[in-house]
């Protein structure tokens, strides 16, 4: 694993979006795997700002995103889908029949987790995964559990992630409970990863994640077995690494 440190989430973001933009020049073809959250969006200001730029091209990328909350439809400002028009999609050239993101309103959610492997399995899988990391340790929305699934699923979030995602709600009781996010194969099956974390309430996890042992109460550990893992961090998500 790669570690970059970074001086603060400006610079982090800045580190990221360089990264992603080598992956989109190099095969402008890309299968991009997306997350959503409060770490990225300096990442996709940057990759905006590099695209208005001339820069980069989007015309031929596609993406899947790594997770959606259960019962919000596309059009709830708080869906992924919102997030992720709203923040990135709608200022770039990307065309939106090739941008995935899991139906948060699927009646058979079964049907949709298992169409969403296959599709992201026919497009020949991701090239290369964005990652944010939960101060629990999750990621996408993969929460400490004694076991963990492979696949895409349904999952009940924990109080933790409740809790920490209630700052991006009006109301604690607003937030989701479930959502359906993809599972660890279709992570670690991707080419490369790009884990971002910033800010010290990302630190115990960000320690946890490099120590050396996969834990399942720490999803992100098994990211230590993955041959191509860039891990980019600002000086105080990084503090307690030793
Ligand atoms: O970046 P944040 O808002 O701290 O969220 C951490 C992670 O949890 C999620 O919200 C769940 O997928 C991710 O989008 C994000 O990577």
Do not use: W
């Not at 603060?8 to 959250?37: C, R």
């Not at 259960?70 to 029949?97: A, T």
């Not at 939960?134 to 699923?153: Q, R, Y």
């Amino acid at each position: 694993m790669r570690i970059y440190i970074e001086e603060n989430y400006e610079a982090m973001s800045k580190k990221a979006a360089l990264l992603v933009a080598s992956q989109v020049i190099i095969n402008p073809k890309s299968i991009l795997g997306l997350a959503t959250g409060g770490t990225p969006l300096g990442m996709y200001n940057c990759l905006v700002e590099m695209f208005h730029d001339g820069e980069l091209d989007f015309s031929e990328i596609k993406t899947f995103n790594l997770d959606e909350y259960y019962g919000l439809s596309k059009e709830d400002d708080q869906s992924y889908y919102g997030y992720m028009n709203e923040n990135f999609f709608k200022h770039i050239n990307i065309l939106k029949e090739n941008t995935d993101i899991p139906n948060g309103k699927a009646e058979d959610v079964l049907k949709e987790c298992e169409a969403y492997d296959e599709k992201i399995k026919v497009s020949g899988g991701i090239d290369l995964q964005i990652l944010g990391i939960g101060s629990n340790g999750h990621i996408g929305f993969n929460e400490p559990a004694d076991k963990l699934n492979v696949k895409t699923h349904l999952v009940n979030l924990s109080q933790k992630t409740i809790s920490d995602n209630s700052r991006f709600f009006a109301n604690k009781e607003d937030v989701p409970k479930q959502a359906i996010s993809v599972g660890l194969e279709t992570i670690m099956k991707s080419k490369k990863i790009i884990m971002l974390a910033s800010g010290k309430s990302k630190a115990e996890a960000i320690k946890a994640m490099v120590s050396g042992y996969v834990d399942t109460h720490i999803p992100a550990s098994i990211l230590q077995t993955h041959s191509d893992v860039v891990l980019v961090v600002d000086k105080e998500a990084a503090s307690l690494i030793d």
